[in-house]
């Protein structure tokens, strides 16, 4: 009895706010290709003081170096994004097969990390179902094809000696979205400044709700030039299935939402439909040009990216330790003395045009046809 008294003063008297601040840590997030400058952004964790300020902190005074080939070169800041850290390719060209080192020191701690850039995979045949290389089917209703799916396409590709696998990525060129994080509460402002102007209107003066009426406008105008459905010559871009199009077109008519939510809906949508990525393991050359990843008409870009492991591995593993189970181990990163992925990939890629063929197939069948014509990029 006397030792859990003795135990129970003890914990009461300790300050449970005051612990021992952990070493912060290091973040680097860059890739490495052919062709393009390096770039390389490194951020910290915060102090528990900082909590509250946000995930992370950009690290200013950072000394940066990548070596290669028996040759060092130092990265510079970048005086537009605090955190950045740049190099020109034209100084250190980026050549697959070559392995680069990393090396950051800041404060003391050293972060270290390798990658080995991949050898190109080219995408060598594009082919459709029907065989003819120029119409592929899909179906209006997504459940029509359920316990039956069939692909519209698949193509094909040379193997990369020494990639730890593919990624693949297709989008919509000519549609435009927003990332969800910082658009959201845009479309809250611009609803409390709607409700500011109605209950201020007759109480105030026309040069104060002129001003008003100007932040207004500012927003719709940033909101319809990024998350409207017209290409760049103002003609509206369609939904390939009728379904998605109706759903589009209702949101307009939802007279019970703000103007701030229906943004948000067309955000959502978008920002989902509009592009698609998956991992293909090392040893497959093929991929189904899956019928999810094609929702609009006009040009779809299709991207294979020969990947290093770093990236990889991170791209396989990074949605780990977000479903709340004890199993989730969380993504996997390839940096000694911090955290982040310092990867490489080599990329080919193709272009598709796909349009609505509204005369297609029998009338009441559920079943258009999307015709494609496929592009060497440039």
Not at 3 to 18: D, I, Y
Not at 120 to 148: C, M, P, R, W
Request: with cysteine; charged share 25%.
């Amino acid at each position: 009895m006397m030792l859990l008294f003795c135990a129970a003063f003890f914990v009461g008297c300790s300050n449970p706010s005051e612990v021992e601040n952990p070493q912060q840590t290091v973040i680097v997030v860059g890739y490495l290709t052919p062709g393009a400058d390096i770039e390389l952004t490194l951020r910290q964790t915060l102090s528990p003081q900082r909590y509250y300020d946000g995930l992370e902190d950009t690290l200013l005074s950072a000394e940066v170096w990548i070596s290669t080939q028996g040759e060092t070169f130092a990265l510079s800041p970048s005086g537009d994004d605090p955190g950045l850290f740049v190099l020109a390719h034209e100084t250190m060209p980026i050549v697959e097969g070559q392995t680069y080192e990393l090396l950051i020191e800041h404060e003391g701690r050293q972060v270290h990390a390798e990658t080995t850039v991949p050898f190109k995979s080219a995408v060598t045949q594009v082919n459709t179902h029907l065989g003819d290389d120029e119409t592929i089917v899909y179906n209006q209703l997504f459940g029509d094809s359920f316990g039956n799916l069939v692909h519209p396409g698949e193509f094909f590709w040379d193997k990369s000696e020494n990639a730890a696998g593919y990624v693949v990525i297709i989008e919509a060129v000519d549609v435009r979205s927003l990332p969800p994080g910082p658009t959201a509460p845009l479309t809250g402002d611009l609803d409390r400044l709607i409700e500011l102007r109605a209950k201020l209107e007759g109480q105030v003066s026309a040069d104060s709700l002129s001003v008003l009426d100007g932040d207004i406008e500012v927003l719709r105008t940033f909101f319809a030039e990024n998350l409207a459905l017209v290409d760049d010559s103002g003609e509206p871009i369609r939904w390939l299935r009728d379904r998605e199009q109706v759903e589009w077109e209702e949101i307009t008519g939802k007279e019970k939402w703000s103007e701030g939510k229906k943004w948000r809906e067309r955000l959502d949508y978008l920002f989902s439909a509009r592009k698609i990525d998956y991992w293909i393991p090392a040893d497959t050359t093929r991929s189904d040009f899956w019928w999810l990843s094609v929702r609009f008409e006009g040009e779809y870009r299709v991207r294979l990216q020969a990947a290093d492991l770093n990236y990889f591995d991170y791209f396989t593993t990074s949605f780990n330790g977000q479903s709340g189970s004890d199993g989730d181990r969380g993504p996997v990163f390839h940096v000694e003395g911090g955290t982040g992925v310092f990867g490489s990939y080599v990329e080919d890629s193709f272009r598709v045009l796909a349009y609505r063929d509204d005369r297609a197939g029998t009338e009441g069948s559920g079943v258009g046809k999307m015709v494609v014509e496929v592009i060497a990029d440039d």
